[in-house]
């Protein structure tokens, strides 16, 4: 198991509403990302950062944004949910080194109503 | 289009049978990678296989990789109602040290 940790696991929340989508490692990972996936489908990377201070978008648009203050935590937030945003989050870190194996957390289930 | 894609998109056996998954993708790699993923869980990371290495094994693993074909493989050998999950390649982009690119999974059932 990896020590990589998403909070909540699950979340049903109405439209409009601000949430937070917790992700901690205690790897000492520098890189950290973020990935969505609908069920039975590939993941889009939504989200990475190289580091403390240093966050990108990744391929799929999205809607939410992440900070990275520090190394351990990498945050996503959507500041206004709405129904398109059902879907499934998935954080992952990896190690300072070319495209090495990423460590995933369990995933949170986002349910928008 | 997606980097990698993952061939049959789904597959059932029976227990004690072997399991065998493709993975083709479109351009260059430094290395592909395989995870598995649990019905609502994280993915797990089970082998990593680099450009320059054409088979590797670990376990009840086996991986092939072919560059001239752009296409990888994995075997599950004497396959258990266990390995029951998604299973997914990905690669690295070409020129991009620092991202993976996922395929949309084979799922694989096991039948007890």
């Known amino acids: 198991e990896a020590d990589i940790y998403q909070t909540p696991r699950y979340l049903v929340i109405g439209t409009g509403k601000k949430i937070t989508l917790e992700c901690s490692q205690t790897?000492?990972?520098?890189?950290m990302y973020w990935y969505q996936q609908d069920p039975g489908m590939e993941l889009h990377l939504i989200h990475y950062?190289?580091?403390?201070?240093?966050?990108e978008k990744g391929d799929l648009s999205s809607e939410s944004t992440v900070s990275r203050i520090r190394t351990e935590h990498f945050p996503l937030t959507l500041e206004s949910a709405r129904p398109s945003h059902t879907s499934q989050y998935l954080c992952a870190s990896s190690p300072n080194r070319v495209q090495e194996t990423q460590y995933f957390g369990p995933g949170t289930r986002l349910l928008v109503l | 289009s997606q980097q990698g894609e993952e061939d049959p998109q789904a597959l059932s056996i029976q227990e004690g049978e072997n399991a065998t998954m493709n993975c083709s993708y479109k351009t260059s790699i430094n290395n592909l990678q395989w995870y598995r993923q649990n019905s609502g869980r994280g993915l797990v990371h089970l082998i990593l296989?680099?450009?320059?290495?054409r088979e590797k094994h670990s376990g009840r693993l086996r991986v092939t990789l072919d560059t001239s074909k752009k296409s990888s493989s994995l075997l599950i050998t004497a396959s258990r109602a266990a390995d029951t999950a998604s299973y997914f390649c990905?690669?690295?982009?070409?020129?991009?040290?620092?991202?993976?690119?996922f395929g949309s999974g084979t799922q694989l059932t096991v039948l007890p």
């Open positions: 296989i680099r450009s320059n290495e």
């Open positions: 950062s190289y580091g403390v201070n240093s966050t």
């Open positions: 790897m000492g990972h520098d890189k």
């Open positions: 990905a690669t690295g982009r070409g020129g991009s040290a620092r991202q993976l690119t």
